[in-house]
């Protein structure tokens, strides 16, 4: 237990003592490793949070994995309940071993730039993944290597992208420490399908020589009354933009546009205010503000025949949203088989 | 069935197997994608301090331009052969195998294997050093200097540890000593030493457990299973036991080889009475074939030399080449060896009081042999 406080950048980050994934991360995982041709492995997003304090017996007993570093104020005291890992969401990487080398070293240009594309923001990466088929559930040397090298390197997360606010707000510090490691086997007749899969969180030895993998337990979050606390622990993060609620009348905004215009910032703030308006806009598929208005109250019953309009242009919408998806997904496939074609001959296999 | 392997790693595979110095043994071999034209997973075994340390190799059909992986046991579990050769610093890393890694080069995967266990077995050096045993300690001191002795750590079930030496004994090269050996691998004879891990301030501990090791191949030539070792007094270290082992086993080793020469004279000695032998080993000479002839009556006559050869007189079996048994086999007779015999006979008397015994045995033989045909 020692061994958290045995860091040796000093900093004495706290490992989590408990791990979770939505139930909806780990199909996703496990759907995307077993429609994969071969092995697969990618990273791992979610945001960390602090269990409540332990019962006071322990306190002295030090019974849960913190460092005793800053011990001496009541903050830190705060600061040493034991942190708790969701796992939200993954990315799963297109070419194989493309952020390490035979060594378990990090490429960190490449980690980067896929941290980046995942949409995640990089203070949200937890740890990583690897799926290989019909192998034993262990780490191996290379993956043992590479999430050490994943915890050990402190700029990983140092990315130009501007900083995400509503999440970074909900983020304690900590290190990519987790590794999920999946397995997978069918039958000869392809009439079972196993998955296996398992968490590790890796430990720094007290020696400072390397680190362990220990294996964890992985709580799966699922709808249901055993999981109620996780709603209250919830925060919202939402795809739409935010919209301040400013009661003004029309010509209000007319007089501050007047006074503001030629001022560098209101030209941004306009332009802005105008970005999410045509995004909300395009949300609600030609159905206004005014119009909704017209649908509470007695005179609503009039108005059914719009909103079966509305469904339809909204039906009319995903169908030909399903085409475009169908489509591209025609041409990936296209795509996808002349690549292992290429590749296939670049490495001599035929 | 599993597919074949990809020929890019089969390459590899067959070049470790055919010049590694160790005598790597596969497992297994499996594909790891589902309808996979080749198989790309290896289960590999590799000689370790007189046992195996098993591993699975993993590459990805898919991908062999990406070096391999490898999986441990999880008696191994502790092993991290990255994060050591990580811990040595950066001239370290660039000399590492698996370095610039290219598929194309069948030696690779030798390459890895060695250096593997070349970390394997700093690992349980390392292992062994930190145990908290005075006499193990000791031991490690003085014996570890000495070429080739590899040790290791082991876990019983019963929670019990284990520390075992292998040590190679005799600063001779057998394979050199026998003349035209055609064995592939270095041969040596091993000492192998298993001593309890002492916990507790025992003040006496327990004296370890002793045995000759060796391979198969040295067993043709010599059997190791009837040299007595001396036995280990209380308070007794391994450089004081290894001289007395050597000594002893050196003069046995000897007379072993100076064996061949006798079988080779005896064998020679059998052509002028039976004519050439159809077969004969002519490496160790522990067997030879001869075809005889008594009237219409032929037979071959099989002798197994023993290693003893001719302290111990060798085992003779007929076979008649008309006489088959309801399954089509020739029938055999059993072995013989109460025929006239003395170590001090020289080898072309041997051979002629061999075939006196024999003209009158055949025809017993005979008889023998009619009787077990069918009816």
């Known amino acids: ?350 | 069935m599993e597919p074949p392997l990809l020929p890019l790693i089969a390459a590899q595979l067959n070049h470790l197997l055919a010049y590694s110095p160790l005598s790597v043994k596969v497992e297994q071999i499996w594909a790891g994608s589902r309808n996979a034209r080749f198989s790309d997973r290896i289960t590999i075994s590799i000689p370790f301090c007189l046992d195996y340390v098993k591993c699975d190799v993993i590459y990805d059909a898919l991908h062999p331009s990406v070096a391999p992986d490898v999986v441990f046991s999880s008696e191994d579990d502790d092993f991290d052969p990255l994060g050591d050769i990580a811990s040595e610093g950066e001239a370290r890393v660039s000399k590492s195998s698996l370095c610039d890694w290219n598929s194309k080069d069948p030696s690779r995967l030798m390459a890895l294997v060695h250096e593997l266990r070349d970390l394997y077995m700093h690992y349980q050096r390392r292992r062994v050093g930190e145990l908290d045993d005075a006499r193990l300690k000791f031991e490690m001191n003085t014996m570890l200097p000495r070429e080739g002795i590899e040790v290791c750590l082991v876990s019983l079930p019963d929670r019990s540890e284990e520390v075992k030496f292998a040590v190679p004994l005799l600063d001779m090269d057998l394979n050199k000593l026998v003349p035209a050996c055609t064995w592939r691998h270095q041969q040596k004879i091993y000492l192998q030493i298993i001593f309890p891990v002492s916990r507790s301030y025992s003040s006496a501990p327990a004296a370890p457990r002793v045995k000759l090791v060796s391979t198969s191949e040295v067993k043709t030539l010599f059997s190791i299973e009837d040299v007595k070792l001396p036995p280990w007094l209380d308070g007794m270290c391994m450089a004081e036991y290894l001289p007395a082992v050597e000594d002893n086993l050196k003069l046995q080793v000897v007379e072993a080889i100076a064996s061949i020469g006798a079988r080779r004279r005896f064998i020679e000695a059998l052509s002028p009475l039976f004519g050439r032998p159809l077969e004969a080993d002519p490496v160790l000479c522990r067997r030879a074939t001869v075809l005889c002839a008594s009237g219409a009556f032929t037979f071959l006559v099989h002798f197994s030399i023993p290693t003893q050869f001719p302290k111990q007189q060798p085992t003779l079996v007929m076979q008649s080449s008309q006489h088959f048994n309801s399954q089509g086999t020739p029938i055999s007779s059993p072995p013989i060896n109460d025929y006239p015999w003395s170590p001090r006979w020289d080898p072309p008397q041997t051979a002629e009081r061999i075939f006196e015994f024999l003209v009158d045995e055949c025809l017993n033989f005979k008889k023998f042999c009619i009787d077990a045909i069918p009816q």
Not at chain 1, 64 to 72: Q, R, V
């Open chain 1, 1 to 350: 237990m020692a061994a958290a406080a045995a860091t040796p950048d000093g900093d004495g980050h706290p490992h989590f003592s408990k791990i979770s994934i939505s139930g909806p991360a780990l199909a996703s995982v496990i759907e995307r490793f077993a429609s994969s041709p071969s092995d697969i492995d990618g990273l791992l997003f979610g945001h960390v949070s602090r269990l409540p304090p332990p019962d006071p017996r322990d306190d002295d007993g030090g019974g849960h994995g913190s460092p005793n570093s800053s011990a001496g104020s009541a903050a830190a005291a705060a600061a040493n309940n034991p942190l708790a890992a969701t796992i939200t969401g993954h990315l799963s990487l297109a070419s194989r071993a493309s952020f390490y080398d035979a060594l378990g070293r990090l490429i960190s240009p490449s980690l980067r730039n896929a941290a980046s594309s995942s949409g995640h923001p990089a203070a949200s990466l937890l740890g990583w993944f690897s799926g290989r088929r019909r192998s034993p559930l262990r780490p191996s040397m290379r993956e043992r290597a590479v999430s050490l090298s994943l915890f050990r390197t402190p700029d990983l997360l140092d990315t130009n992208a501007p900083p995400d606010r509503s999440l970074e707000s909900l983020d304690l510090p900590h290190r990519p420490s987790i590794f999920l490691l999946l397995s997978s086997s069918t039958t000869g007749n392809q009439a079972v399908h196993t998955h296996e899969y398992r968490a590790f969180a890796l430990r720094l030895r007290a020696g400072g020589g390397g680190g362990v993998l220990e294996p964890r337990s992985l709580d799966i979050v699922n709808v249901g009354p055993a999981f109620r606390a996780q709603y209250s622990s919830f925060s919202p993060v939402s795809a739409f933009p935010w919209m301040p609620c400013q009661l003004r009348g029309p010509e209000e905004g007319e007089r501050e546009m007047g006074n503001k215009r030629g001022g560098g910032e209101s030209l941004n703030r306009l332009q802005e205010l105008a970005r999410e308006q045509h995004l909300l806009d395009s949300s609600t598929g030609g159905f206004g503000a005014e119009t909704l208005e017209r649908l509470v109250g007695p005179a609503a019953t009039g108005y059914t025949s719009e909103l079966e309009d509305l469904y339809g242009k909204m039906l009319l919408k995903l169908e030909s949203l399903a085409r475009l998806v169908e489509e591209s997904s025609a041409r990936i496939l296209e795509q996808e088989g002349r690549i292992s074609e290429l590749r296939s001959r670049v490495e001599g296999l035929e």
